[in-house]
C-alpha cells in the first residue's frame, strides 16, 4: 500500500506541534547528560558553545528534517523514495530506522529503571536511606534478572498503548498534557532546591564560566550532544513533522523547541547540583547521580519523598514522550510501507524493542547475566549507544544537510519555509546559507572525532 492511499493523520494546532516536537527533545538527555557535561567542560563556559552548536548545527539539521518530512508527508524512508526516487538516498531513512531500534534498546531500560524510582518513591522506599542502601537499591533495581526486564516491559506497554491510539489521540493528548506538568514540577523542584542553605555553590558549578576547561573534545561533546538532545540526524524530526499543518511556521517552531529544551536542561541543572552541594556531596557521574546522590540527598530534605515523586514522575514523562518520537519512526514506517495496522506495527515493535532491549537491560553491570559478554571492549548497552549516537546520528544529520542544501530544489525548499511571506523567504536564504556550509563542516569535525580518526 502507498504511503497517500489512507487519509493521514495531522496534529492538530500550533501549539500542539510544538509540545509534540519538545517531547521528543526533552527527554533523559537533559536530566543528567546536559547538567553532569556542562559541569565538568566549565560551566558557562560549556553552555555558551552548545548554544553555538544548538543554534549552527543543531536548528538547520532540525529545519532540514522539518522540510523533508513536511513536504513529502511520508515516513522517513519514505519521504526520501518520494523526494529522490530510485536513487540510494533512501538509505539514509534505512540509517534512521536502525538508529531508532538502537536508540530505543538501550533508552527503554534506562526509562525502566526510572518507572521503577517513581514506583519506589511513591512506596516510600527512599525515607531514611544511607549511602550504602541507596547503592543496594540501585544494584538490585538494575541487576535483576527480572526486574529490570519487568519496568522496561512496563515501559513499552505505556508507549506502545499511545502509540496505538494515535497521532492526535495518542502522542497529541499525552505531550499536550504533560509537557506543561513536566515543566510545573521542575519549577517546584528548582524553588526547593534554589532555597536550600548552600545551594549557590551548585549554582556556581553550573553556569561558572572557566574558559580553561573548554578543550576541543568540550567543544565536540557538546556538538555531539546538541544533536542527541534534539531528536536529530536519524528521522524523528522528519516523521513529526510530516504531521505538521500546513501554514506552521517552521523557523518560530524550530527555535522554540530548541529554546525551550535548552531550558529545560538549564532548570534540571538547577534542581540537581544546588542540592547535590547543598549536602557537602560530589556531583557523580551519569546514572549514579541520578539514581544514587538524588534520591540520597532529596531524602534528607524536610518533605523530601515528595519531591522524590516529582523529581522521578517528570523524569519518566521525560522518557515517555522522547521514546513516543523514537517508536513513531518505526510505527510510520511499517504502516505506511508494509500497510500493516497501526495496532500490529506498535505491538509489534514495542514487543521487539522489549526482547532484544533486554540485553541492554542485562549487560549494564559486570554482576548483570550478560555482564561478562564484551565485544572490543563494550557490551550490548555500550555498543547500542556507540553505534547510534557516536556512529548514525552524526552520519544521518550530515546526509541530511547536503540533500536538502545541496540536492532539492531550491525553490522548492524556498515555498515549504517561507508560507509565501516575503520575510520568511528572506530568511530561508540565510537558512540555506548556513545549511550549506557551517553545518556540513561542523559535522565532519565530529563525526571524524567521535570515530577516532583525528584527535584533538
Ligand atoms: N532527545 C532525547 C533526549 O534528550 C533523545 C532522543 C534522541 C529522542 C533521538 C529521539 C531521537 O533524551
Not at 408 to 430: G, P, Q, Y
Request: charged share 10%.
Amino acid at each position: 500500500m502507498s504511503s497517500g492511499s489512507k487519509k493521514r493523520e495531522t496534529f492538530s494546532s500550533g501549539i500542539a506541534v510544538f509540545f509534540a516536537a519538545l517531547g521528543s527533545a526533552v527527554g533523559l538527555g537533559n536530566i543528567w547528560k546536559f547538567p553532569y557535561l556542562t559541569g565538568i567542560f566549565g560551566g558557562g563556559a560549556f553552555l555558551l558553545v552548545y548554544i553555538l552548536c544548538v543554534i549552527f548545527v543543531g536548528i538547520p539539521v532540525m529545519l532540514a528534517e522539518f522540510f523533508i518530512g513536511r513536504n513529502t508527508r511520508s515516513n522517513v524512508i519514505g519521504a526520501f523514495k518520494k523526494l529522490a526516487p530510485g536513487t540510494m538516498w533512501k538509505h539514509v531513512g534505512t540509517m534512521g530506522v536502525i538508529a531508532a531500534y538502537l536508540i530505543m534498546f538501550f533508552y527503554s531500560c534506562v526509562a525502566g529503571w526510572v518507572y521503577c524510582y517513581l514506583f519506589k518513591s511513591i512506596r516510600g522506599d527512599f525515607v531514611g536511606i544511607t549511602l550504602e542502601s541507596a547503592k543496594v537499591q540501585f544494584t538490585q533495581t538494575i541487576i535483576g534478572p527480572l526486574t529490570p526486564i519487568l519496568w522496561q516491559s512496563i515501559v513499552m506497554v505505556a508507549v506502545g498503548s499511545i502509540l496505538i491510539m494515535g497521532v492526535q489521540k495518542g502522542i497529541e493528548r499525552v505531550t499536550k498534557t504533560l509537557m506543561p506538568v513536566l515543566f510545573l514540577l521542575i519549577i517546584i523542584c528548582d524553588i526547593r532546591a534554589l532555597t536550600l542553605p548552600g545551594a549557590f555553590d551548585g549554582v556556581k558549578f553550573l553556569f561558572n564560566v572557566d574558559f580553561s576547561k573548554l578543550t576541543a573534545v568540550a567543544i565536540l561533546t557538546a556538538l555531539g550532544l546538541s544533536f542527541f538532545k534534539l531528536s536529530l540526524g536519524m528521522g524523528t524530526m522528519v516523521t513529526y513533522s510530516s504531521y505538521f499543518t500546513k501554514d506552521n511556521n517552521l523557523f518560530r517552531t524550530a527555535f522554540s523547541v530548541a529554546f525551550s529544551d535548552t531550558l529545560v536542561s538549564i532548570l534540571a541543572g538547577l534542581a540537581i547540583f544546588p542540592t547535590v552541594f547543598a549536602f557537602g556531596m560530589q556531583p557523580g557521574a551519569g546514572p549514579g547521580l541520578l539514581f544514587m546522590t538524588i534520591p540520597l540527598v532529596f531524602s534528607k530534605i524536610p518533605m523530601g519523598n515528595y519531591l522524590l515523586i516529582a523529581f522521578f514522575f517528570l523524569s519518566s514523562i521525560a522518557a515517555t514522550t522522547a521514546m513516543l518520537s523514537l517508536v513513531e519512526v518505526l510505527v510510520a514506517y511499517y504502516t505506511e510501507e508494509f500497510g500493516i495496522s497501526r495496532k500490529a506495527a506498535s505491538i509489534v515493535n514495542s514487543t521487539i524493542i522489549v526482547i532484544i532491549g533486554s540485553t541492554a537491560a542485562l549487560s549494564v553491570d559486570a554482576n548483570s547475566l550478560l555482564g561478562s559478554i564484551k565485544f572490543f571492549g563494550k557490551g550490548f548497552f555500550d555498543w547500542y549507544d556507540y553505534i547510534s549516537s557516536n556512529i548514525l546520528l552524526p552520519i544521518g544529520g550530515f546526509f541530511i544537510a547536503i540533500f536538502v542544501g545541496y540536492i532539492m530544489n531550491r525553490k522548492a525548499v524556498l515555498d515549504e519555509f517561507s508560507n509565501n511571506f516575503l520575510k520568511l523567504k528572506f530568511a530561508t536564504e540565510i537558512y540555506l546559507f548556513v545549511l550549506k556550509t557551517i553545518t556540513p563542516i561542523l559535522l565532519i569535525i565530529i563525526f571524524l572525532n567521535s570515530i577516532g580518526i583525528i584527535n584533538f
